[in-house]
């Protein structure tokens, strides 16, 4: 790592005028360079140090000093996000048998489960999925969505109780997709995945309001949709992004899986550039991985009776809630509204576990820079990257699922994708109180339910009995309506605040 990385730095560019924006894009395609995270805030880019002339170089004189280090030492950090010999799990009593993955009507704590104390290579993924169907086969089952390029298989757990009445025809069973992975260098997502589906499991059975979800729904867990890749960042390059997929330069492997979609595929600014971080191919799914899991889909929804209604990609990092499109600001989905609701919603479950915020807007609208006026007046400054061919749009547009999110996790740019283990846990509990708002909410329980809340504390049976008096998340048409002791149980002032304006904003 010290060889690859040792003169490396991220440089973080805070953009405030559209021709900064134009020159930053043009001097990222020019030179090659590592596009981390770009939103409507910042953009942070990995180089080498002694890039850096260069780039101030084809940067305006506003852009050459408006710009600051995030990490001074990058190959200690990547050094750091590997897994330790000596880990900090905590101690167990002599007489207290470990009970990481045994199936027990007693709460396991997060902090005695030795699988999400680090993060963990595909070699010990893949067993913990045969083992969690194994100790759990009245719910679960060990699926295979496709393989991947270099011959893998792409895991995934089947999570469901199907009605035992075969009496009556069947609906299509309804389905929500939650996968991490796109991305391989995004370790955070794929252990998050792996978090969540842990927590739905062992809850069943345990919580009424778990259990219903779990029998309402089939809920696929994919921890990664690019195994080739993830397995490259434990073997060779922990910063590895697109998969392993030969190009048509023999030197500049792999495909941005998510710019490989066929809706709105817009590959042409990087066709002529395989070793782009983004490279999207040259024409719609001729990412491997991408086309295995676009045509499992289809065949489930044809073949197998499946309902595909929501579908949730976790990547990292920047913590915002995306909807639909990322292909373009000028496109707002029918179904904006609820769209919104919702994922304010999740926002504010998220919010409710560790006091994290995440921002919320379009795809398109949180990785680029605008005049920020409104929608209708909207002035969309050049993007960083295209958009165009992600699994978000062709879910939502193709598939019409009505509920399809992008997720970016923990952090703000501390760490980036070198996210410290310490964050596995609270950033899975926060992705599991968003999965299981937006299970309810598609339910058409709106707020937390009360029952099921056995063996929580005080507050959180206060807060759920709080939530269910109000019928969907607090808007700006709701708070004229809503009982003052009620709104300032659910709104502190800050987030009252910070929620009305985005709610003005979005009103324009």
Request: net charge negative.
């Amino acid at each position: 790592m010290l060889a690859r990385y040792g003169g490396d730095v991220v440089l973080r560019f805070r953009i405030h005028q559209k021709d900064e924006a134009k020159a930053l894009a043009e001097a990222v395609n020019v030179l090659f360079l590592d596009v981390w995270e770009f939103n409507t805030e910042w953009v942070d880019i990995r180089l080498a140090k002694d890039v850096i002339p260069s780039l101030l170089g084809l940067l305006p004189a506003s852009l050459q000093k408006s710009h600051t280090p995030l990490m001074h030492d990058l190959a200690q950090t990547i050094f750091e996000s590997y897994p330790s010999l000596f880990s900090d799990v905590p101690e167990q009593p002599s007489h207290h048998t470990h009970r990481g993955f045994t199936p027990s009507l007693q709460k396991t704590p997060d902090e005695t489960n030795i699988f999400f104390q680090q993060y963990q290579p595909l070699s010990v993924i893949l067993p913990w999925l045969r083992l969690m169907e194994s100790l759990f086969p009245t719910h679960v089952r060990l699926i295979n969505i496709g393989i991947t390029y270099e011959g893998r298989d792409i895991p995934a757990l089947r999570v469901g109780v199907h009605p035992t009445n075969m009496e009556k025809p069947m609906d299509p069973r309804k389905t929500i997709i939650v996968a991490g992975g796109s991305h391989a260098r995004e370790w955070i997502s794929t252990s998050s995945v792996n978090y969540v589906a842990f927590s739905l499991i062992t809850e069943y059975g345990k919580s009424k309001q778990m259990t219903k979800l779990v029998e309402d729904f089939d809920w696929i867990f994919i921890p990664s949709l690019n195994p080739d890749g993830y397995v490259f960042t434990w073997e060779n390059d922990r910063l590895w992004r697109k998969n392993r997929q030969q190009t048509n330069l023999r030197f500049c492997k792999g495909l941005d899986l998510d710019r490989t979609y066929g809706f709105e595929w817009d590959g042409h600014a990087t066709k002529s550039n395989p070793c782009s971080e983004s490279f999207s191919g040259e024409g719609p799914f001729q990412g491997v991985e991408s086309s295995r899991f676009a045509s499992w889909v289809k065949n489930e929804t044809e073949q197998n009776n499946a309902n595909f209604v929501g579908f949730l990609d976790l990547h990292s990092y920047s913590q915002q809630i995306l909807y639909p499109y990322s292909c373009s600001c000028n496109l707002a989905p029918p179904s904006l509204e609820n769209l919104e609701e919702l994922a304010l919603g999740m926002a504010k479950a998220i919010r409710h576990v560790n006091s994290e915020k995440y921002g919320i807007t379009s795809a398109c609208e949180g990785s680029v820079m605008s005049n920020k006026k409104g929608r209708k007046d909207l002035d969309i400054w050049p993007r960083i990257e295209n958009g165009g061919g992600s699994a978000l749009d062709w879910f939502y547009h193709e598939m019409n699922v009505t509920y399809a999110y992008q997720l970016k996790l923990r952090d703000t740019g501390s760490y980036g994708f070198l996210l410290p283990s310490k964050n596995i846990i609270p950033t899975g509990k926060e992705v599991f109180a968003a999965v299981t708002y937006f299970g309810n909410y598609l339910l058409g329980d709106k707020g937390i339910e009360v029952s099921g809340m056995e063996g929580k504390s005080i507050d959180q049976v206060a807060q759920g009995a709080i939530s269910s008096q109000v019928s969907r998340p607090v808007s700006l048409v709701d708070v004229e309506s809503l009982p003052a002791s009620v709104l300032s149980e659910i709104l502190d002032e800050e987030d009252a605040s910070e929620e009305l304006n985005w709610e003005l904003r979005r009103k324009r």
